[in-house]
């Protein structure tokens, strides 16, 4: 749900006058997660933490109503993919000019030689300027690699 989560901040944004456009892409290793993701549906729970301005604005209805489901709308779906990626190979299959990179909860797993190498193989992936945020309890990164500068706890710059 987090590439829908950053869709529906970047959407919102436009619809309150911000002129850019923008595409998200999710990844993960896990085929079975970026199908679930795919799909867009979710339970009601799910999206509860949803303000539900944005909720109504965002997600439809199943209109089956023994479904209790709810579906994000088609234009968001258009503008968020998803991919496997495993960040411990060597080439990354995405471009090299990307705004921001959302790497949360994820470094927490490598040890410290291998979170370098990560951050630094990510961030050449990142337009001059561009943003890597982590987790929280990830904000131990910026230590570990020369090519960031940091904004904020968990925001970094190229």
Do not use: W
């Not at 309150?16 to 997660?33: M, P």
């Not at 089956?64 to 088609?74: C, S, T």
């Not at 993919?81 to 470094?107: S, T």
């Amino acid at each position: 749900m987090e590439a829908y989560t950053v869709a529906i901040v970047l959407d919102d944004m436009i619809s309150t006058g911000a002129k850019f456009q923008f595409s998200v892409l999710g990844t993960d290793i896990s085929t079975s997660v970026l199908q679930l993701a795919e799909t867009g549906i979710y339970t009601p729970e799910m999206i509860a933490p949803v303000p539900a301005e944005l909720a109504k604005r965002y997600f439809l209805s199943s209109r089956d109503p023994a479904r209790d489901e709810v579906r994000v709308i088609p234009r968001l779906r258009r503008s968020t993919n998803f991919m496997r990626m495993n960040l411990m190979d060597e080439v990354y299959p995405v471009d090299r000019d990307v705004d921001i990179i959302f790497c949360r909860n994820v470094l927490i797993y490598f040890d410290k030689p291998t979170q370098r190498k990560v951050v630094e193989q990510l961030c050449t992936h990142l337009r001059p300027g561009g943003y890597f945020i982590v987790g929280h309890s990830e904000s131990m990164i910026h230590n570990e690699s020369i090519m960031l500068q940091q904004v904020q706890p968990t925001i970094f710059t190229v």
